[in-house]
């Protein structure tokens, strides 16, 4: 691969805001896994004690949405839907069956990669207006006990979904040959963006 032609897919910003982003990420999710759910209290040997969780947790998921809100606007155009999503979403049985013949052109991301981003952005927001909801003792004070029950719900309730949107977007970037490299290193070959994501070579171009 390294003496084909290569084009930038990931900034060098962009990826350590992504790797940044799957450390404090990892800390949010098994802290608050151990604060929710008493089965999962060991998890909180992570950053040392259940205590320690309980206190580290809002600041790690603060980091958390606060990355990921900056990685989404940096995002935003290469996720805005466009004229290649609708051919690309009708041949999704051939997407499955990677008959790559049959699979219409996508831009830089197909539609499934755009609605996962979809789904982050509903889930920063939830994370960081249910969060504030439920901190103790600095702002659950000012709700009401319904009010932070339901915020504690809905948290939990996120946590679950994103977690699973987690899932399935570790298995796109394994399923695609070279995702991952991208995001170490930076740059794909034309190649792999002609075979994978053909219009992003025009949109490459264009910028």
Same mark, same amino acid.
């Given at each position: ?24 990420? *990892? ?44 990685? *989404? *606007? ?11 999503? @609708? ?52 702002f659950a004070p000012m ?54 994501h053909p219009a992003m @070579? ?6």
């Amino acid at each position: 691969m390294s003496n084909q032609p290569m084009i930038v897919r990931h900034k060098l910003i962009d990826r350590i805001c992504h790797w940044v982003i799957v450390f404090v990420g *990892l800390v949010t999710f098994l802290t608050g896994f151990a604060f929710f759910f008493p089965s999962f209290q060991w998890l909180s040997g992570i950053v040392g004690t259940p205590q320690l969780a309980k206190v580290m947790h809002p600041f790690f998921g603060i980091a958390m949405c606060v990355l990921l809100a900056v990685m *989404l *606007l940096r995002y935003y155009n290469h996720n805005k839907w466009n004229r290649y999503d @609708l051919p690309w979403m009708k041949a999704i049985v051939w997407v499955l069956l990677q008959k790559e013949e049959n699979i219409p052109p996508v831009g830089h991301y197909n539609p499934g990669q755009k609605m996962l981003f979809r789904s982050f952005v509903v889930f920063v927001l939830a994370f960081i207006v249910t969060g504030f909801m439920m901190w103790q003792p600095y702002f659950a004070p000012m709700f009401s006990a319904e009010a932070v029950n339901w915020a504690t719900l809905i948290h939990s309730a996120c946590g679950i979904l994103m977690l699973i949107a987690l899932v399935v977007h570790v298995w796109m970037a394994c399923w695609i040959e070279g995702s991952i490299t991208g995001m170490l290193y930076g740059k794909v070959s034309k190649a792999w963006a002609r075979k994978h994501h053909p219009a992003m @070579l025009n949109e490459h171009e264009d910028n």
